[in-house]
């Protein structure tokens, strides 16, 4: 099954947010040699699913989708969070790029992962696995870069 057709069936049955996750049936596998500390890969989630989707199937409104499925996302717990805060780093990078077929409310989003990374500062920072493992400051490291790439690049703040 194509990445568009999981993400079809995780609309079907209310599990968006499993497929961006990639938990269970909705994992997405990296080419053989990408080396990733990531639990899916959010490339093709975003570019062979999401993106195809809206472009075939503007009715969905899977922009819509996406975007209250991230804002839910960051009222969940630290891995949630940030896995939404990859997704939202991958969307501005294309939507600074002209690359992406949609704009989600990045002022909306951006206030939201701010509230939760505030939030959720020292749980991140206890998270030691996927984008926090090996690292002193387990996830809060990998916000902390993606903050300092934002700043650069585009004079935002996802702190």
Same mark, same amino acid.
């Given at each position: 099954m194509d990445i568009k057709q999981k993400l079809i069936r995780a609309i079907e049955n209310n599990e968006v947010i499993e497929f961006l996750e990639g938990k269970g049936q909705y994992k997405i596998e990296f080419h053989q040699w990408v080396s990733s500390n990531a639990p899916t890969d959010i490339t093709q989630i975003m570019t062979q699913g999401?993106?195809? #989707?809206?472009? @075939?199937?503007?009715?969905?409104?899977?922009?819509?989708?996406?975007?209250? *499925? /991230? &804002?839910?996302?960051?009222?969940?717990?630290?891995?949630?969070?940030?896995?939404?805060?990859?997704?939202?780093?991958?969307? #501005?990078?294309? @939507?600074?790029?002209?690359?992406?077929?949609?704009?989600?409310?990045?002022? *909306? /989003? &951006?206030?939201?992962?701010?509230?939760?990374?505030?939030?959720?500062?020292?749980?991140?920072?206890?998270?030691?696995?996927?984008?926090?493992?090996?690292k002193e400051n387990g996830l809060w490291d990998d916000v902390v870069r993606i903050d300092n790439l934002c700043k650069r690049k585009w004079n935002i703040s996802i702190l």
């Open positions: 999401i993106y195809k #989707l809206y472009i @075939e199937r503007p009715e969905m409104n899977i922009d819509k989708v996406i975007e209250n *499925k /991230l &804002l839910q996302m960051m009222d969940l717990n630290e891995f949630d969070i940030y896995i939404a805060l990859q997704i939202i780093y991958f969307q #501005l990078i294309r @939507e600074q790029r002209g690359d992406s077929p949609f704009r989600l409310d990045m002022k *909306k /989003l &951006l206030k939201k992962s701010r509230e939760a990374l505030t939030k959720n500062k020292q749980k991140m920072k206890e998270y030691k696995e996927w984008g926090g493992a090996g």
